[in-house]
């Protein structure tokens, strides 16, 4: 598949709320917001003004006239066009059938693990555990809360809860290893680590 005119999610997203009605860029932004949609995808605001120009530009939008409030500055209004209605359902399909490797501090960190002696990494863990399991009660205390709303708008909040579930077991599975002494080679592992660092660290930190 060839690379999106617009390749921003912001610009998924602005489609997604733009099929509803004509819009300034202030009320996209606000219909966002309200719909939580930075929850679900990497948003940076300060370049929504971009994403819909260059959207324009795509021919995804369309401008349909402009209105003015008192002293504010005349705000341009936007409608989506056939071509961004295909593009929005071109790109869901493309999101949601075709795997693709993202980016994840967390994996980084692992990359590096070695750098860290062993039982300071049970400690972290034990930290990121207990942090994973509040986010999780925070989000079904949220779902539990909505009352009526169809399952289908609430799919990308179960699915973000289950791989939060997922990592808290491979997080816990992981720190019983070390815990136990089970992790295979952690007697390597502690003693390469000493080696390497105990010189950096000094004998006044913590191994």
């Given at each position: ?114 750098v860290l002696p062993p039982d300071e990494v049970e400690t ?84």
């Amino acid at each position: 598949m060839g690379a999106r005119k617009v390749d921003n999610l912001l610009a998924l997203a602005v489609l997604s709320v733009m099929v509803e009605r004509p819009m300034h860029r202030y009320e996209i932004a606000a219909t966002l917001r309200s719909r939580g949609k930075d929850q679900d995808m990497d948003i940076k605001w300060g370049s929504l003004y971009t994403v819909v120009r260059n959207m324009a530009k795509a021919g995804f939008l369309e401008i349909v006239g402009s209105e003015r409030a008192g002293a504010r500055p005349e705000r341009v209004i936007y409608r989506i066009t056939d071509a961004g209605r295909t593009e929005l359902v071109d790109w869901t399909r493309d999101l949601v059938a075709r795997p693709q490797r993202e980016q994840s501090r967390f994996v980084a960190g692992l990359s590096v693990l070695a750098v860290l002696p062993p039982d300071e990494v049970e400690t972290l863990l034990e930290q990121r555990a207990a942090a994973l399991e509040r986010t999780l009660a925070e989000i079904r205390a949220q779902v539990g809360a909505v009352e009526g709303l169809p399952r289908l708008f609430l799919i990308e909040t179960e699915f973000g809860t289950a791989m939060l579930a997922a990592e808290l077991e491979w997080v816990r599975g992981l720190r019983a290893e070390l815990a136990d002494g089970t992790f295979p080679e952690v007697d390597t592992w502690r003693s390469l680590n000493r080696a390497v660092f105990d010189p950096v660290r000094g004998p006044t930190e913590p191994a």
